[in-house]
């Protein structure tokens, strides 16, 4: 009986630790366009502010949970204070790695001062 | 048995004909438009427009979050394109980085690019050519630029394309390039923003990297 509970105490604790392990840090303006890779890779902190310049500069902080040295790439769409996407000349995919078990910053500043927010596709 | 050959001599070479019809429309090539926002073809070992737009991207966002194009009480600085050299094996026109950065840095709202006045002459030489016509009795002359109103450079962007090519193996080598840039306050000839941006690439010997 002694036995039972303890394995049941240990699967217990293992699925709560996996389930928070995998879900991590959800926010609405970053999406994995490969599934697969958010098994991988979470994200963990978004921080902006307004520079000097009056440009929205933003910080994504990532981390790869995995035990292999990862390259993926992302893409940043900027929009105005109507939502509206604000157009520039460089929204192509840009490289970034990730160590194993290392953190990872993405830096992106906005185009113009109209930019207000942003969203980040991230993929393989 | 002889009388049937003339009768299938005719049907094979139909299917002979259909034959080689089929066989060369396979090997044509087709012509397709390239997906220029996802275009997730191979890398070649030399320099393409993905590697000039990551280029000018990078450092331009470098720039721009350096703070040295933020005019103090706003208002744009007026920028010059000095020499870009071009460096490499390869035959490069180098406004394929330039123009991009231009084109973003004038939609930052921070700069506004002079074309009167360049390392090589003016890019538009007809801002200074439609001077003479202050000359001219054809023209009216209200409608000709006045003298003094041209707006003299503050910064100017300059910088280097640079390659290196280095044997790997007996069957692969790698390329590595360099883009380089500094921008000069004409003013005190000092530069307050520089940028590098370098990039590699690995191939089979076979492969032409100029």
Redesign the interface.
Known sequence: MKKTLFSSSLLLLLLTAVGCYSTGHSDPRVTFIDRGLSTHINITDISTSVNSGSLLEAQVVGYNKSSKYRRFQYKVDWFDETNRLVKSTHDHWRDVSADQKSEFHINAIGPNPDARSFKLKIRK | MNNTHPQKRPIFKGLAAIALLVGLSGCQTTTSNIDM??DQRGAVMGLDY?DF??A???M??DL??S?A??KPGGGRYVLAISRVINDTMQKIDTDQLIK?MR??LL????VVVTTAVGANGPEDRLAMDARELRNSAEFNQQTVAAKGQMIAPEYSLSGKILQKNVRDSKSKQSAIYSFQLSLTDINTGLAFWEGEEILGKSGSNKSVAW
Do not use: F, T
Request: hydrophobic share 35%.
């Open positions: 926002n996802n993905r737009g990551g000018a991207s990078a331009v966002d721009l979050a703070g194009l933020d991009q084109v973003a939609r930052s709202g921070k």
